[in-house]
Every structure is written in C-alpha cells, then in structure tokens.
C-alpha cells in the first residue's frame, strides 16, 4: 500500500507542476487564447474530426504538440526497457487520461487569476458541456480510465484496488490543494 501511496503523490504532483506550467504560459486565459500558436484552416480534415472528438474545442499546435510530448514522455519507460504488453499500455493510457483531468482542473485550481467561482459553463468557454458541475470532458475522462482498466482488473483483481486508490487519492489531494493553496499566495 505504500507504493501505492507514493506513486498517487509522485502522479499527482506531476500534474500539478504541469498545471503550474501551463498557468505561467497561459496566464489568465484558457486554451491557448492568446498564445502565438499554430490554427490550422477549420477545413482541414484532422480539425473537423478534433473539433468532433473534443466538443468543439479549437485545434490548437500548442495542445496537439504538448499532448504528443506526453504522451511520448509517459510511454518512455516502454522504450528505455524494451519492453511491452498490452495490460501495460492500458494501464498507462487510463493513468494519462487521469493526469489529464486532473491537471486540467488543477489549472483553475492553481491559477492565481481564476478562483473556484470561475469554474462554470459561463467562464470556461473552452469547455462547452457541463455536467455535476464539471466539464462532461471530465466524466468521459473518468469513464474511460475505468474502461480501459477493465481487461486488467478482469485479469487480476489487485488492478481494481489500484485504481480506487489512485482515483480517491487524487481526489483527495485535489480537494487539499482546493483548500491549502489559495491560502499560499
């Protein structure tokens, strides 16, 4: 259980200091609004299916090429090993789809310019369905994290308790964060 714990911290901080990242970058503004970043033509064909995919969200070179450098990055280990299996990369893809919700949200939490009241359909254009009070993006995050730990936890059910464990602790380190960090600066 302990290496469950410090990994939930080590995968949580990451997500912070990159929320953190992305807040000096972005400052105030969300989705790269006032970036000096690549916007492809709208007719292009890998737009179109974007825009599908994301709900509309703008196609921007700062999010397609930091999402790619991720995911390079969180498939590093399979590369410096040499070693592969499928239980491994379903694993790592339901962590990478849990990092991205969290530092997204982490982002609004962190950001020095946005408060918590910020956090609605009103201020947050970028994402355009809401549910639970969240971005519908969040429940399709969560969802298919679970989806994807599905064949693992059918293989062996130790997979379940860990991704209960990495779930609730983000959530709870989250909700410390929420209530520690606007207090820090």
């Known amino acids: 259980m ?4 410090f990994e939930v911290i080590y995968f949580f901080s990451l997500a912070m200091v990159l929320a953190v990242l992305e807040i000096q970058i972005e400052g105030p503004d969300g989705w790269a609004k006032n970036l000096p970043t690549w916007r492809p033509s709208r007719n292009r064909w890998f737009v179109k299916l974007f825009k599908k995919i994301s709900q509309d969200k703008e196609f921007t070179g700062y999010h397609f090429f930091l999402s790619i450098f991720l995911l390079l990055m969180v498939h590093l280990p399979f590369v410096w090993t040499g070693t592969w299996s499928v239980e491994a990369e379903l694993e790592l893809l339901a962590f990478y789809v849990v990092f991205v919700v969290t530092w997204d949200f982490l982002w609004f939490v962190l950001n020095p310019h946005r408060s ?5 359909p009103q201020n947050v254009w970028w994402h355009k369905r809401w549910a639970l009070g969240m971005p519908v993006d969040y429940l399709y995050g969560f969802l298919l994290s679970v989806l994807l730990f599905v064949p693992l936890i059918i293989n ?30």
């Not at 918590?116 to 609605?120: A, H, M, T, V, Y």
């Not at 062996?156 to 820090?184: C, E, H, R, S």
């Open 2 to 5: 302990g290496m469950f714990i």
């Open 116 to 120: 918590l009241r910020d956090f609605n």
């Open 156 to 185: 062996d059910a130790g997979n379940f308790i860990y991704l209960v464990v990495l779930l609730a602790g983000n959530m709870i380190l989250t909700v410390i964060t929420v209530l520690l960090y606007p207090k820090a600066y």
